[in-house]
């Protein structure tokens, strides 16, 4: 199988948001977390907790983004 970006959720301190998905974008966020939680082996984790740790990683990758918050100008 495949590795997955997004391991085991841990809790947290949420900050509550409330945001839209497309239909589609919903159907696959819930089937992200069922991948979840086969390759954890444990129950799929709620995708609202998903969400947050899929912006986070995707944040974190960003370079562009990473330079922008450092004040760097693009090279």
């Given at each position: 199988m495949?590795?997955?970006?997004?391991?085991a959720?841990?809790?947290?301190?949420p900050?509550?948001?409330?945001?839209?998905f497309?239909?589609?974008?919903?159907r696959?966020?819930?089937?992200?977390?069922?991948a979840?939680?086969r390759?954890?082996?444990?129950?799929g984790?709620?995708?609202?907790?998903?969400v947050?740790?899929?912006?986070?990683?995707?944040?974190a990758?960003?370079?562009?983004?990473?330079?922008?918050?450092?004040?760097?100008?693009?090279?």
């Amino acid at each position: 199988m495949t590795k997955l970006k997004l391991g085991a959720i841990e809790d947290d301190k949420p900050v509550k948001l409330t945001i839209e998905f497309a239909g589609p974008v919903h159907r696959d966020l819930l089937a992200y977390a069922q991948a979840i939680g086969r390759e954890t082996g444990q129950p799929g984790p709620d995708p609202v907790k998903v969400v947050p740790l899929m912006v986070e990683r995707f944040m974190a990758s960003d370079r562009a983004f990473a330079r922008a918050r450092k004040g760097k100008p693009r090279s």
